[in-house]
């Protein structure tokens, strides 16, 4: 969500911001994946089974967990299922249609925007990114081969330099 919070930010008041980084970002007008969907409707049956399946949709190769999923899982769903988190997550989601921005809203964003995308992610497909490459007029695109939504993770370090030096203008 952060990408369109970001994108609604800057499309209302681009002084506010100076440099844009979208990382696996919302906002494009594609249909929502089924692995968007699985998260979208989490809620429906919230188990320790639910939470692993839909953690392995945030990576490539679900292999990232190792032994460890079934732990992870069982350890993030009390997290989930605190009333505060689930309402949120409901709300989020509540107005059904999701928010995105049409090609002539991007190209009055000047703002200098870097696009960073998994090749792999199954939640935001790569094509989002590479909507907003297109369409945004001061942009830079980084795709991350090998890697799903969870960019930051699955590619920390590489990741890390990359914001760093778009931040720092090198």
């Not at 991007?106 to 790569?126: C, K, S």
């Amino acid at each position: 969500m952060g990408g369109i919070i970001s994108l609604a930010l800057v499309t209302t008041d681009a002084s506010r911001v100076d440099k844009l980084v979208l990382m696996g970002g919302g906002g494009a007008p594609l249909p929502p994946s089924p692995e968007l969907i699985k998260l979208i409707t989490f809620y429906k049956e919230p188990t320790t089974e639910a939470m692993a399946d839909l953690l392995t949709c945030f990576v490539a190769d679900p292999s990232f967990f190792g032994d460890n999923l079934n732990a992870i899982a069982a350890e993030r769903l009390p997290l989930a299922m605190r009333p505060e988190v689930e309402r949120s997550h409901r709300a989020t989601f509540a107005k059904g249609e999701p928010l995105t921005f049409p090609p002539e809203l991007l190209a009055t964003v000047m703002n200098e925007t870097l696009v960073v995308h998994g090749e792999n992610d199954r939640l935001i497909p790569i094509a989002a990114g590479e909507y907003f490459a297109e369409h945004l007029p001061n942009v830079t695109f980084d795709r991350f081969p090998n890697t799903g939504h969870w960019l930051m993770i699955e590619q920390a370090q590489p990741f890390a330099d990359r914001v760093r030096a778009f931040m720092h203008g090198s």
